[in-house]
């Protein structure tokens, strides 16, 4: 029996659900349009809408695939099954068919039409929890479909339960539908049950029921209409009809192991393989390295492409070769690969030139220290000021046969630095610290009435991403995909400038926070706040959680001006303004 290759598969799967009734919609962008989420994660984030009551324009039964990232699985990447870039199989229902149709499709799909042996297939469901029931309804499913109770087996809403993607949306409980890739119990014996985490079983299917509605605060509610998303990485699925144990030894990345040639190292080989694949997608979406935000994921994963190209004393000639096989690979479905991809390789190259400078500088003080001691201290040194990796100073000393001492000290000062970092950007996010003059404040007030502004003429879509003051000016970071027009520059400052002439009282009150979420609030979306937060509200205006200090009215203030806009990084736009006389 032959067996089908990655794109005959992907072909499948659009196939048998469009001719179930569905309608194939092409990938979205990585850079999703909720600004809660650094990128698009799963199938179903450009469908949102049409699961809380909004017409789909494509009727109420859809099918895709979709190009995805989640950063979540980053130090997960280099065994047998996890990724950071990955295509999504689904097929979605808004408010027509539901779990017992659901259950069907996938069963027929994977048995029928992909061939997968019953009895390498089990199944999960939610088995209830606090005040939400066992999903009943799903487990009677499965066994109407033949499917033995030996391999159904009942997890909570750690495993089987999915959603919201972002802040708030639709969520509810799973299937999940397991695939046995070695037939054989670990250690557990009877105990090996999916879930298990040996590598006996992969999944490969998420069926979530969106019967509930989560908010911003956690609180659910039954949705008017009842939806299906199902999830299903590609890459997995075509492990399983491989029938391989690992998604490193499919079509899908044969390429690329080829060229690496490092079987002797099969973890670097894969984590190489796997960031290439995911550089490369997020290049052509727009993205630049940068140290923040969507930038910062980029600029992680190609250092960590260099580190291991390093470490595995390969040509950077290599990583090249990579890119062009991505692009070669994929240039039937994405085209636009090929048609950036002498800026992506350029877009790498010079990131490449930009590692190597700093190597070069942090190799200067290794030379100096390494005979004297190398210590766990001297390592985060190079790390924290010249960006150098623990592996590539592992690497230098191993080749000099050297030893790091104390190399706990390393993760000590390090987990000290992620909380100084932490605590520097409440301060920051927050405006200004005690004890500020009285221009910072008032031009920490001037933020707040910004912030408002730009929300009010280009859209709620706006979110703070950091500012910074001096006494001369603000510094105001928000999420925007283009530049401001004229127009729009002088609209902000007009409404300012009219809310600084109203001489509008600035309320500062203490409040849960749930509270203060719920009574519209802004905060700044990726920060931690404490369960009371300080919100301050001019007028009707503006509702922000923020440490403070403020004026007491905004008649206090001069009149704004903004300086100058500009662009940080993809969809990141700054504006420098003063107050003046």
């Given at each position: 029996m032959?067996?089908?290759?990655?794109?005959?598969?992907?072909?499948?799967?659009?196939?048998?659900?469009?001719?179930?009734?569905?309608?194939?919609?092409?990938?979205?962008?990585?850079?999703?349009?909720?600004?809660?989420?650094?990128?698009?994660?799963?199938?179903?984030?450009?469908?949102k809408p049409y699961f809380v009551g909004e017409k789909s324009p494509y009727g109420n039964r859809v099918v895709s695939v979709q190009k995805c990232i989640r950063t979540s699985d980053i130090d997960e990447v280099g065994?047998?099954?996890?990724?950071?870039?990955?295509?999504?199989?689904?097929?979605?229902?808004?408010?027509?068919?539901?779990?017992?149709?659901?259950?069907?499709?996938?069963?027929?799909?994977?048995t029928k039409k992909c061939r997968l042996p019953g009895q390498k297939l089990w199944f999960t469901y939610f088995s209830g929890q606090n005040d939400l029931l066992e999903d009943i309804d799903s487990k009677n499913f499965l066994l109407e479909n033949k499917i033995s109770p030996e391999r159904i087996f009942p997890f909570n809403k750690e495993t089987n339960w999915w959603g919201p993607t972002g802040n708030e949306g639709p969520c509810g409980p799973t299937v999940e539908i397991h695939f046995d890739l070695t037939g054989k119990p670990c250690d557990l014996k009877d105990k090996c049950l999916p879930n298990c985490k040996c590598g006996r079983f992969v999944e490969i299917w998420n069926l979530v029921f969106n019967e509930y509605y989560q908010n911003q605060t956690g609180e659910l509610s039954l949705l008017k209409q009842?939806?299906?998303?199902?999830?299903?990485?590609?890459?997995?699925?075509?492990?399983?009809?491989?029938?391989?144990?690992?998604?490193?030894?499919?079509?899908?990345?044969?390429?690329?192991?080829?060229?690496?040639?490092?079987?002797?190292?099969?973890?670097?080989?894969?984590?190489?393989?796997?960031?290439?694949?995911?550089?490369?997608?997020?290049?052509?979406?727009?993205?630049?390295?940068?140290?923040?935000?969507?930038?910062y994921i980029l600029r992680r994963l190609l250092r960590k492409i260099f580190t291991n190209i390093e470490i595995l004393e390969l040509g950077k000639d290599k990583i090249y070769e990579l890119v062009k096989v991505v692009i070669e690979n994929y240039n039937g479905i994405y085209p636009e690969l090929k048609q950036n991809g002498e800026d992506t390789i350029s877009i790498i190259r010079q990131e490449a030139e930009k590692f190597d400078k700093a190597k070069e500088a942090g190799r200067k003080i290794y030379d100096k220290i390494k005979e004297s001691g190398l210590t766990g201290a001297y390592a985060f040194e190079l790390y924290s000021a010249h960006s150098i990796p623990l592996e590539i100073t592992q690497e230098w000393a191993r080749r000099d046969n050297k030893e790091i001492k104390n190399i706990n000290d390393f993760y000590k000062l390090q987990k000290e630095h992620q909380e100084i970092s932490r605590a520097g950007a409440e301060k920051k996010f927050g405006g200004v610290g005690k004890g500020a003059s009285l221009e910072a404040i008032k031009l920490h007030t001037a933020t707040h009435l910004l912030h408002a502004s730009l929300r009010k003429i280009l859209g709620d879509e706006i979110k703070q991403m950091g500012s910074d003051i001096t006494p001369e000016r603000l510094r105001f970071d928000f999420s925007f995909?283009?530049?401001?027009?004229?127009?729009?520059?002088?609209?902000?400052?007009?409404?300012?400038?009219?809310?600084?002439?109203?001489?509008?009282?600035?309320?500062?009150?203490?409040?849960?926070?749930?509270?203060?979420?719920?009574?519209?609030?802004?905060?700044?979306?990726?920060?931690k706040y404490p369960d009371i937060v300080t919100v301050y509200s001019i007028g009707e205006f503006s509702k922000e959680i923020c440490a403070g200090p403020h004026v007491?009215?905004?008649?206090?203030?001069?009149?704004?001006?903004?300086?100058?806009?500009?662009?940080?990084?993809?969809?990141?736009?700054?504006?420098?303004?003063k107050l003046s006389l």
């Open positions: 032959k067996i089908m290759d990655s794109k005959e598969i992907r072909k499948l799967f659009l196939e048998f659900f469009e001719n179930n009734g569905h309608k194939i919609v092409s990938s979205s962008s990585l850079i999703p349009t909720d600004p809660s989420v650094l990128f698009t994660t799963a199938g179903m984030q450009q469908f065994d047998e099954s996890h990724l950071t870039f990955f295509e999504m199989l689904g097929n979605f229902s808004f408010g027509d068919y539901f779990k017992k149709e659901t259950i069907e499709m996938a069963i027929e799909f994977l009842k939806g299906v998303d199902t999830g299903m990485g590609l890459e997995r699925l075509v492990t399983a009809c491989q029938k391989k144990e690992s998604v490193f030894e499919t079509d899908l990345f044969e390429p690329f192991v080829k060229i690496i040639n490092r079987y002797d190292n099969p973890v670097k080989q894969r984590i190489i393989a796997d960031h290439v694949r995911s550089a490369v997608f997020l290049i052509t979406e727009g993205i630049k390295p940068l140290n923040v935000e969507r930038g995909n283009r530049k401001l027009s004229e127009q729009e520059i002088r609209q902000v400052e007009d409404l300012v400038n009219q809310k600084i002439r109203e001489n509008v009282m600035i309320i500062k009150n203490e409040l849960p926070l749930k509270e203060a979420l719920n009574s519209g609030a802004t905060a700044f979306f990726k920060e007491t009215q905004t008649g206090d203030l001069d009149n704004f001006k903004i300086m100058k806009q500009e662009s940080v990084g993809s969809g990141i736009r700054r504006i420098k303004a």
